[in-house]
């Protein structure tokens, strides 16, 4: 049941260019008048994007294998929420040691050639873990720490991936362009990934780590061909990496917009974990309080994936009628009544339900809350306070899952799930309280890119 709140991509308004290295002509911010928006045509995303959300499909349809079939790998070895836990916080950790660093390489290296190496070393890395299956020396230990492998490609894909969405893609279909990106992230991570992984893991664990290896080396040979170009930012001045790390925290920090979307969703993504560290425990298996089957769960899970196209498809309608932060706000306050209901009512139609409202509205929000942050942002900016923010966003996520698993060994699941929906509830608020549509405006008219050029 995944509910997080995305961290900030703060990603910057970009025209389309086939290289990154020349800043188009901006315009000024803020949405066209409404008559505008429903006459106007609108401008096509383009064949870049195509190949980037292919490549994207790709690579979260290999995140879906894994992100699936190793818990459930992990719970035939284990029922300990403590080893459970653990697991969990090794998928997180990463951003937080490398979320910075992350960052600064973003905003130095080509991000097409960024996401293209990080792809690779994925693959290689997978295709180490299915060979170490096969051959029986795949341990609870050794998933762990494949596990932190994967996560630390996945803190440069990741960056890399976001950066370039921007780039190649017109400013005014940035909301479609996000709705479609995060459509396909859950699409093929949840609704294709979930219950492959639950067919391959009746193969075998090799065929979990294996297949995903092979979608990675398909998603870099389609960004090869598919982007070409150089998606490099300018630099005006040579700065060093530790001034480039203290400018992109400080931006975070001081930042009216960034900093509550950002500590609000590092807290709620750390309830988040919290809750899906143990939730297994208290859905799978014969002495769980569900009794979910192993593939059966997979198959619920792709509730998430159906509700998430609905939100997608929902999204740009929606604030083209709607207050953009009311219907952002509404999506992110509806979470933790939703996961009280897995504990109050643990049936399988019920927690059916849960997940596609979920998925509709946590896709709604985080699209969002993504392209308000990518009209704040400067675009000299980019890697650096996207690796902030994601390092205090998803920084906090191992730490979520560390918690639960203590909580749990010595009070039970069912504490770590109230708490983890009271937690969010209360995160949720910050924003609500501090950000209003005068906020994000000055925002916006305070960001040199969108200042008109002559």
């Known amino acids: 049941m995944t509910t997080s709140t995305h961290a900030p991509t703060t990603e910057p308004t970009t025209a389309t260019t086939s290289t990154a290295t020349?800043?188009?002509?901006?315009?000024?911010?803020?949405?066209p008048p409404a008559d505008a928006t429903e006459t106007a045509p609108l401008e096509p995303l383009g064949g870049r994007f195509l190949a980037l959300l292919t490549s994207t499909g790709l690579a979260n349809l290999g995140d879906g294998v894994v992100q699936m079939g190793a818990p459930l790998v992990a719970l035939t070895l284990t029922r300990s929420p403590g080893q459970l836990a653990l697991l969990a916080a090794a998928t997180w950790l990463p951003w937080l040691l490398l979320g910075l660093l992350g960052g600064v390489v973003i905003d130095r290296?080509?991000?097409r050639t960024a996401q293209v190496v990080a792809l690779g070393v994925r693959g290689a890395l997978l295709a180490t873990g299915a060979a170490l299956a096969l051959t029986g020396h795949l341990t609870i230990l050794?998933?762990?720490?494949?596990?932190?492998?994967?996560?630390?490609?996945?803190?440069?894909?990741d960056l890399a991936q976001t950066a370039l969405v921007p780039d190649l893609v017109p400013r005014s279909r940035l909301q479609a362009a996000n709705g479609r990106v995060l459509a396909t992230q859950q699409v093929t991570n949840t609704f294709v990934g979930s219950p492959l992984a639950?067919?391959?893991?009746?193969?075998?664990?090799?065929?979990v780590l294996g297949v995903p290896a092979a979608m990675a080396v398909i998603a870099v040979v389609v960004l090869l061909r598919g982007i070409p170009g150089r998606y490099r930012a300018e630099r005006s001045t040579p700065t060093r990496a530790s001034a480039d790390v203290r400018e992109g925290v400080r931006y975070v920090v001081h930042h009216p917009v960034l900093r509550p979307f950002v500590l609000a969703g590092g807290v709620m993504n750390m309830a988040n974990t919290a809750y899906?560290?143990?939730?297994l425990?208290?859905?799978?298996?014969?002495?769980?309080?569900?009794?979910?089957?192993?593939?059966?769960?997979?198959?619920?899970?792709?509730?998430?994936?159906?509700?998430?196209?609905?939100?997608?498809?929902?999204?740009?309608?929606?604030?083209?009628?709607?207050?953009?932060?009311?219907?952002?706000?509404?999506?992110w306050g509806v979470i933790a009544p939703m996961l009280l209901v897995p504990v109050l009512v643990p049936r399988v139609a019920a927690i059916g339900a849960v997940m596609v409202l979920l998925g509709a509205t946590n896709t709604i929000g985080n699209t969002i809350s993504m392209s308000l942050r990518q009209r704040v942002v400067p675009r000299e900016l980019l890697g650096r306070t996207s690796g902030?923010?994601?390092?205090?966003?998803?920084?906090?996520?191992?730490?979520?899952?560390?918690?639960?698993?203590?909580?749990?060994?010595?009070?039970?699941?069912?504490?770590?799930?109230v708490g983890a929906a009271v937690v969010t509830a209360l995160a949720a608020l910050y924003p609500v309280f501090t950000v209003r549509r005068a906020t994000v405006a000055a925002a916006e008219a305070a960001n040199p890119d969108l200042t008109p050029t002559a």
């Open 22 to 31: 020349t800043p188009p002509t901006r315009t000024t911010p803020g949405p």
């Open 109 to 111: 290296t080509d991000r």
């Open 142 to 157: 050794t998933l762990v720490l494949l596990v932190l492998g994967y996560g630390v490609t996945e803190v440069f894909a």
């Open 198 to 207: 639950g067919g391959l893991l009746a193969l075998g664990t090799g065929w």
């Open 276 to 279: 899906m560290a143990v939730f």
């Open 281 to 331: 425990l208290w859905a799978v298996g014969p002495g769980s309080q569900v009794g979910v089957r192993a593939e059966h769960y997979a198959l619920l899970a792709t509730l998430f994936a159906l509700g998430a196209i609905g939100g997608s498809l929902l999204t740009e309608r929606l604030v083209r009628r709607l207050p953009e932060l009311g219907v952002m706000y509404v999506c």
């Open 388 to 417: 902030a923010g994601r390092t205090i966003a998803y920084g906090l996520m191992p730490v979520g899952a560390l918690l639960a698993g203590v909580i749990g060994e010595q009070a039970g699941i069912r504490p770590v799930l």
